[in-house]
């Protein structure tokens, strides 16, 4: 077994050492009758490096690459390019196989990468301070519920319709058994995100209001006049970004009120990979530090006056707090983290201004094309690089329609919001810098030829 | 003025109506450096051994309870930017918070200044 | 012959040492300082070409950032330059043995990178049709398969991203589990103190309170108190089997069957599945539900602090609860439970734990280990953990205290203290010699049952020849401290960085990068 390297010499030398006869007698404590006495029946033995790869590329095969197909799916994960280097970087022995970094002295490397990537955050989503990751958005963003919670001591919290709906289902989740009281809603076809909504909502109970920006359809709005609603009520705006790069381009939440802003990191540096791992951004204002969850990472100094970074206020966390914890996180998305702070290290201000006026100015184009499609009506006026059309039919069999002529042609609402008659006919459309005017031209035909 | 102990290593002085409250010199030297203080806030009603405040070092984070029953009136609001005042004067400027007594009987069950020494002694 | 060349390569060895003394630079040799990107980028540079975007009308809707957002940039060379220096202040299991007790930190195969890296696995939509992505479906049925199998259990909850997550599942499922027999009353789960502290932050955080279970002389759950604490009230257990003393619970069996008795479920905190895989089945001691951490068992790469995943196996008396989304096969098809698809059949759901469908890209890598070591060398991989620890544990209880020697064997991770050092020696002083000796230290302080606990963890994937120099480098720095050693009290001296100061980090928290005239302004 090439990953073992005992040989048969060496573990009977080792069991001499040891004052065992065999192996077994090292499993005294396990009951006889819960002991295997050879390997488990049924399930195949060990197998060369050739022979996995070759069954795991078959499996490969049997999926549609996102790279091999006019692709238009977003709603929570973006194909973005991601250079070359940053795979190179991340696959460095010392980045990939390294621990949690309990021991500062010997993990400089992965604590200055996560202060690098706290301070990166922070400014994108123009929060004071940010932590070294989440597991995901969706999980983010139940955590700032639960801070907003703690913080408030209320537990009313009002999502925006606008929130991802997964995003939504697992605060449900959670909600049923912490006593938070959720009020939700579905999105509408509307042009306008349901700020005004939320703001008639907000009253002494409200621990917190919840909103996408951009939201699941795209459309995004000022949150200024939702953040001094807030205030006024002492509830703490949570806004929730799915999709970063939009804020290369737009005014970032924290700018413009929110107390706490959480996102999903994906698309600067990770890539698709079918929904995991991915890398939750978690920001809030510096007065509400100690309430975060997660892993913090704090600037020092040495014995010798030198430099250096260290996990700090870990009396938050599970392994000192254990129960009276603010979050049960242990491990993260610090190689997630890792990705995303070299894809923004190589891209800049300059580089991430470019990409987000890149895909915005291919999404409106987009937008624009597949207006003219007979049957297709634009429902969202304003949008970053992602926005929703109203089709003349059903939205979600013409999706699987498309998807056998090889074309990713985007997600329907059917499929997030199965049996909402109001919503089936809504196509939420993703276009990024990969995105070719061919492929609009390649979806534009095919839309046309589906609702003829 | 008398000062009472806790064998949870609080002490707490009687001036008036009035009562400081504080961890002791022997608890600050256990937990090591203190590096954040959760004073409770004004008005909060503490029955005698509920969690009252935090008290966190690097690696622990302990709880401080009432001594006694009564209203918080003011935490230490030094604590704030400065929690190193615990480990440097914590029987003086390192207090944690003012509270009035809502039974003063129930101090008679605490230990004096001597006890207390005594039971830090045998621990 | 020719004149000797005076300037050949033989380099003159001068007596004076000169390591002491500072350099220009502040570098040594291969020791490389590097600065922030903050203090090297600027906003003006990139290492990203892109196309000049078309001038075209905003849709911003007026919401245009106009300010500057403050990210610099660098070129690709400068960017490779500074990650690949930053690199080289890690340590890492690629580097040497990294004997983190409870963690696991085996050799992490590269097989498993290229194959999670293949486009048809990395470069594919959670939300794609589910006819373009069968092959990801199978990934996940084919690694549920062996999970379940592995572990002698009904069934799999694929979907929690890491073990404080997958301990979350398993709560959940007990609550949920509870609450259908209208059994809401019962609020309390009892964790053993030597838990990790994920186990009593993760049931705080489904709404448990959580009560300690006494452990016995030996290290092990005390049985007859549990016994007498189990009622009404009680919800269940979660206990860590092998323990994190390192010790496998002879009692387990007996443990399951009077909380079953008693109406309450068992959760087995499964981060030490390495020392039993492949040849006990947690089924068969009775548990209801287990997480499986891959980024230990299976060896997907730690990577400095995750991604982890933390997969479910539970029992026929929960799988009913078991969360959204799965994948199941109908007539040769794959096809995902949602919320929408789970109908009367998994109506008992306790809903969904994150967005789209967990960690795809571990489990890649997890069915690729497991393929290559199949069910035999699965089972020689509990062996050789097994083994390994046991030896590590012989070689050094006679300069190490080891408060369970005495007891029998260990299972996959040796615990020692620092009973016995002399005054002003501890735990950490061991652990920061260590680095000095070119080792990660042990888990140090955890668990919490043993004072000054160091905790060894060696992993199957060392040689008898790295355990042998990690002995000696233990051996070495016990002795030095036995001996007074003042020099072990400042360890480590040769790392990239001496003792850090935690204190003043956590008393005025820096936790983002000022500009230098900001950061005074603030102060």
Not at chain 2, 13 to 21: F, K, N, Q, R, S
């Amino acid at each position: 077994m090439r990953y073992l390297p005992l040989t048969p010499n060496d573990r009977q030398a080792m069991l001499a050492a040891v004052g065992a006869a065999a192996i077994d007698d090292l499993f005294v404590d396990v009951p006889e009758a819960a002991r295997l006495s050879g390997p488990i029946a049924g399930l195949p033995l060990h197998a060369s490096e050739l022979a996995v790869e070759r069954h795991m590329t078959k499996l490969a095969a049997r999926n549609l690459s996102a790279g091999a197909a006019p692709f238009f799916i977003g709603c929570g994960a973006y194909k973005h390019h991601v250079p070359a280097s940053v795979d190179h970087i991340i696959q460095r022995g010392e980045f990939l196989t390294a621990y949690t970094p309990y021991q500062p002295e010997i993990a400089q490397g992965t604590l200055q990468v996560m202060f690098e990537f706290q301070t990166q955050v922070a400014r994108l989503l123009g929060t004071d301070v940010a932590n070294a990751s989440m597991y995901d958005g969706s999980t983010a963003c139940w955590e700032a519920i639960g801070m907003a919670r703690r913080i408030t001591k209320r537990a009313k919290a009002i999502l925006s319709g606008g929130l991802h709906p997964h995003y939504v289902s697992v605060a449900n989740t959670m909600a049923k058994y912490t006593g938070d009281q959720l009020v939700t809603a579905l999105p509408e076809l509307t042009a306008e995100p349901d700020t005004a909504r939320l703001i008639g909502m907000i009253d002494d109970e409200t621990s917190c209001v919840v909103v996408q920006y951009p939201d699941i359809l795209g459309r995004i709005g000022d949150l200024t006049e939702l953040a001094a609603a807030c205030q006024a009520k002492k509830a703490l705006l949570v806004a929730v970004v799915t999709e970063p790069v939009a804020l290369g381009a737009c005014r970032s939440p924290g700018e413009m009120g929110a107390d706490i802003v959480v996102g999903e990191g994906q698309s600067i540096g990770v890539g698709l990979q079918f929904g995991g791992p991915y890398v939750g951004l978690f920001g809030c204002k510096d007065k509400y530090v100690r309430q975060m969850p997660g892993r913090l990472c704090g600037e020092t100094q040495d014995a010798e006056g030198k430099r250096g970074f260290v996990l700090t206020l870990s009396t938050r966390e599970q392994h000192i707090r254990r129960e009276k914890a603010t979050s049960n996180i242990c491990t993260s998305s610090v190689l997630c983290a890792l990705a995303w702070s070299i894809h923004m290290t190589l891209l800049g201000e300059k580089g991430l201004r470019q990409l987000a006026a890149l895909n915005h100015a291919g999404a409106s184009a987009a937008a624009e094309r597949l207006a003219q499609v007979s049957g297709v009506e634009l429902v969202t006026p304003a949008f970053f690089n992602e926005f929703t059309l109203k089709l003349s039919k059903e939205a979600r069999p013409i999706v699987r329609e498309l998807a056998d002529k090889g074309i990713l042609a985007g997600v329907s609402l059917g499929r997030l919001y199965p049996g909402e008659d109001a919503l089936a006919n809504g196509l939420v459309v993703a276009v990024t810098e990969n995105t070719t005017a061919e492929d609009v031209e390649t979806l534009a035909s095919a839309l046309e030829e589906v609702l003829a | 003025m008398s000062r009472y102990f806790t064998e949870d290593h609080e002490w707490i002085d009687l001036d008036g109506e009035i009562a400081t409250v504080g961890i002791t010199d022997y608890a600050q030297s256990q937990l090591g450096d203190i590096v954040f203080v959760e004073v409770p806030e004004d008005g909060k009603q503490v029955a005698k051994g509920d969690d009252a405040a935090v008290v966190e070092s690097v690696k622990a984070a302990s709880d401080v309870y009432a001594p006694v029953s009564g209203t918080v009136i003011e935490g230490n609001p030094a604590l704030e930017g400065e929690p190193a005042l615990v480990n440097e004067d914590p029987e003086g400027d390192g207090w944690f918070f003012k509270m009035t007594l809502s039974d003063t009987s129930e101090l008679d069950s605490l230990m004096d200044e001597a006890a207390y020494a005594d039971f830090v002694s045998k621990l | 012959m020719s004149a000797i060349n005076q300037s050949g390569w033989r380099p003159e060895m001068t007596p004076e040492r000169r390591s002491n003394e500072a350099t220009f630079t502040g570098n040594r040799a291969l020791m490389l300082e590097e600065a922030l990107i903050f203090e090297i980028g600027s906003l003006d540079t990139t290492g990203v070409d892109f196309a000049e975007a078309p001038k075209a009308a905003s849709r911003l809707g007026g919401l245009e950032r106009h300010k500057d957002i403050g990210l610099p940039g660098l070129s690709e060379p400068e960017a490779v330059r500074h990650y690949t220096r930053l690199s080289r202040q890690n340590y890492a299991i690629d580097l040497g043995l990294f004997p983190l007790g409870s963690c696991t930190m085996k050799h992490n195969p590269r097989l498993n990178e290229r194959m999670a890296r293949l486009p048809g696995f990395a470069d594919v939509h959670p939300l794609q049709p589910v006819d373009t992505v069968q092959g990801a479906f199978e990934v996940i049925h084919q690694l549920a398969h062996w999970l379940v199998t592995l572990t002698g259990m009904h069934s799999v909850a694929m979907s929690p991203k890491a073990g404080a997550h997958g301990e979350l599942c398993g709560v959940l499922a007990i609550r949920a589990a509870l609450d259908a027999k209208g059994q809401q009353s019962r609020k309390v789960l009892l964790v053993p103190e030597s838990a990790h502290g994920t186990n009593p932050a993760t049931a705080a955080f489904a709404g448990f309170s959580v009560e300690d279970i006494p452990a016995t002389e030996a290290g092990r759950v005390d049985l007859e108190a549990l016994k007498a604490r189990l009622g009404p009230d009680v919800a269940g257990v979660m206990i860590t089997n092998p323990n994190t003393c390192g010790l496998f619970e002879p009692d387990m069996k007996a443990i399951s069957d009077a909380v079953h008795a008693a109406g309450g479920y068992v959760y087995c905190d499964g981060a030490n599945f390495n020392a039993i895989v492949g040849r006990v089945r947690p089924g068969d001691l009775g548990i209801d539900a287990m997480h499986i951490n891959l980024h230990k068992t299976f060896s997907t790469p730690h990577g400095g602090g995750g991604p982890g995943s933390g997969p479910v196996v539970l029992s026929a008396a929960l799988a009913p609860y078991a969360p959204l989304p799965f994948v199941e096969e109908q007539d040769g098809k794959f096809i995902l439970i949602e919320e929408e698809t789970a109908g009367e059949h998994h109506a008992d759901s306790f809903g969904r734990m994150v967005s789209f469908h967990g960690q795809m890209g571990m489990f890649t890598r997890a069915l690729t280990y497991i393929l290559s070591h199949g069910a035999d060398g699965l089972r020689q991989v509990a062996e050789d953990s097994v083994l390994n620890a046991n030896y590590v544990l012989r070689s050094l209880e006679d300069v190490l205290d080891a408060p369970f020697a005495n007891s029998g064997p260990c299972m996959h991770e040796a615990i020692f203290s620092d009973k016995g050092l002399p005054e002003g020696f501890s735990t950490l002083d061991i652990a920061k010699g260590l680095i000095d000796e070119g080792f990660h230290p042990m888990t140090v302080y955890f668990p919490l049952v043993v004072h000054g606990a160091m905790l060894v963890e060696p992993t199957e994937t060392e040689s008898k020849a790295a355990l042998d120099q990690f002995i000696g480098a233990c051996r070495s720095v016990a002795e030095r401290a036995k001996a007074g050693d003042a020099a072990l009290k400042s360890a480590p001296h040769f790392a990239p960085r001496r003792r850090l100061d935690e204190t003043q980090a956590a008393r005025k928290p820096v936790l983002v990068w000022k500009e230098p005239a900001q950061a005074e302004a603030a102060e």
